[in-house]
């Protein structure tokens, strides 16, 4: 039996993103391993069958202490479980667990789920400091997995992967049974519903949103702004906080199952800089929603303009609020066949079946592979 170490950098990710993979590895009889700081999801991933290994990570810094301890915790982790394969998920674990697999010899597939905030900025010492370190780390990578083009293209013309090794896949895809339409019906909310599901951190476009919400409303009083989702960035919370006094925005809190909150939706919105795929876009437009969102790799593949949703000029408030506005001009008729495109857009191209099983032939191709070494 193959034991199969997945390393993440947190629970909600593996468990809304990944859980088929690591269900359909369990089936073909893999012995599966996962390591991700501890969270609320952890114990239903290990209802899978697949044994937790906790190892703490700070995602978003880069403090050499703490770095050099995630590395030594890592370093002991590959020591216990022993793994013949590893899958890799996000910036760090990407880059450390990829040099500790590369110095061991353990066969390593990464997925890049985005760029991130520091490669956006190429110029940056600390961007020169990430190139330098995937360029190490995913040197002996057995593949390497991009969600959009335009990051494939990135990794392979600024040298840090090779040809051979890089592969293309939707994103994460989405679990179309799970994310379908529902029966919540237009007449039981007045007015038109907007939903920012993600991150509250200014990349994104939660400023973006909070300008198009104050001019829109302005001119169609009934519209509701709503904002799902936990602060990445405490600095936003003061200025989201202001828009919901002014009255011009409605802050939901935290979801532990988004459909709850967009059955109430007319459109999910999400104007990020940046995406490897939006998820949250995947789950919208499968659940029939219309979308609108940045005309961004990571995003603009989920939306035909004018077709499922409406694309708006990144970092642009004013864009984004043209675009609320085409929406709102919109017949409730018009609406619904918008989002009947979108679910169909996604059952045809994001299907996380297709995903998973795009997984599965390069785990089975580098297992016969590595035996034919032997």
Known sequence: MSRVLIVGNNDGGLFFF????LEKLEQEGFEVHFTVPYGDKVEEIKQTGAQYHEVEIDRRGMNPRKDLKLICAYRKLLKEVSPDLILTYT???????????????IPCIATVTGLGSALQNESGRKA???KKMYQNSLKRAKAVF??????????????????????????????????SPQTVQAEEHSGTNFLFIARIMREKGIFEYMQAAKEVKSK???????????????????????????????????????????AHADCIVLPSYHEGMSNVLLEGAASGLPLIASDVPGCKEVIEDGQ?????????GKSLAGA????????IEQRKIMGQLGRQKIQREFDRKS??????????????????KD
């Open 324 to 331: 609320m506005k085409r929406f709102l001009c919109l017949s």
């Open 220 to 262: 169609y009083p009934d519209t509701k702004f709503q904002i799902l989702g936990f602060f990445d960035e405490n600095s936003v919370k003061l200025e989201i906080e202001k828009g919901v006094e002014a009255g011009y925005l409605e802050y939901l809190g935290v979801s532990g199952d988004t459909r709850r909150e967009m």
């Open 128 to 130: 020169k400091l990430i």
């Open 146 to 179: 991009f969600q959009n083009q335009a990051n494939k293209d990135f990794f392979l013309s600024e040298k840090l992967v090779e040809k051979a090794q890089a592969r293309l896949v939707n994103g994460s895809g989405v679990n179309t049974e799970k994310f």
């Open 91 to 105: 910036i760090k674990p990407n880059i450390y667990i990829g040099i500790l697999a590369r110095l061991k010899k």
């Open 18 to 21: 990944r859980i088929e993979l």
């Open 308 to 316: 499922t949703g409406f694309l708006c000029n990144a970092q642009d």
């Open 355 to 372: 995903v998973v099983e795009k997984y599965m032939q390069e785990i089975y191709s580098l297992i016969l592979t590595e035996k034919d």
